[in-house]
């Protein structure tokens, strides 16, 4: 708990994601992270089936879920027909002020669909509370047996097939 809120304080001194922090999402705004890039040479993209359950389990518990999709692979995400209801699209190039305001937006939802990356774990991490909805892969890297205990108690387990 200590070391999270030490964490926290010293993002903070970043103006936008200080902003991202404070900003009270509505209830139903829900980040999807879907990364891909190097994910594919490396052979550890999650599966659709995935992202097609957790989407589902929001649905099944949010009214009127706002789908928030953060990738590296927009053009991919746009022609998914598994995205084809989301709210917003967003994507950013790997600078650091880009990555910076990505992460700030990525903190201004509820609920959180995330995929096998610290980017958006760490925005699930920081800005999910007793009320949010977190769904996590597991395993969380395809073709490996091994299972990891990296998140609380209260996030969803989802296979990644």
Do not use: C
Not at 126 to 141: L, R
């Amino acid at each position: 708990k200590l070391s999270k809120q030490f964490l926290i304080s010293k993002l903070e001194q970043n103006e936008h994601i200080k902003n991202g922090m404070d900003f009270l999402p509505e209830n139903n705004n829900v980040l999807i992270h879907v990364r891909r890039g190097d994910y594919l040479l490396a052979k550890k993209i999650i599966d659709d089936s995935y992202f097609e359950n957790a989407i589902q389990r929001i649905k099944n518990n949010i009214e009127y879920p706002k789908f928030n999709v953060f990738t590296d692979d927009k053009e991919w995400v746009k022609s998914s027909p598994i995205f084809k209801n989301v709210e917003n699209i967003y994507s950013s190039s790997s600078s650091k002020e880009d990555t910076i305001s990505t992460f700030s937006k990525m903190l201004k939802n509820k609920h959180f669909i995330i995929s096998n990356s610290t980017y958006s774990y760490l925005a699930a991490y920081f800005k999910s509370d007793s009320d949010s909805i977190v769904t996590i892969p597991e395993p969380w890297m395809p073709n490996n047996a091994k299972t990891y205990n990296i998140y609380p108690k209260n996030w969803l387990k989802i296979k990644n097939n």
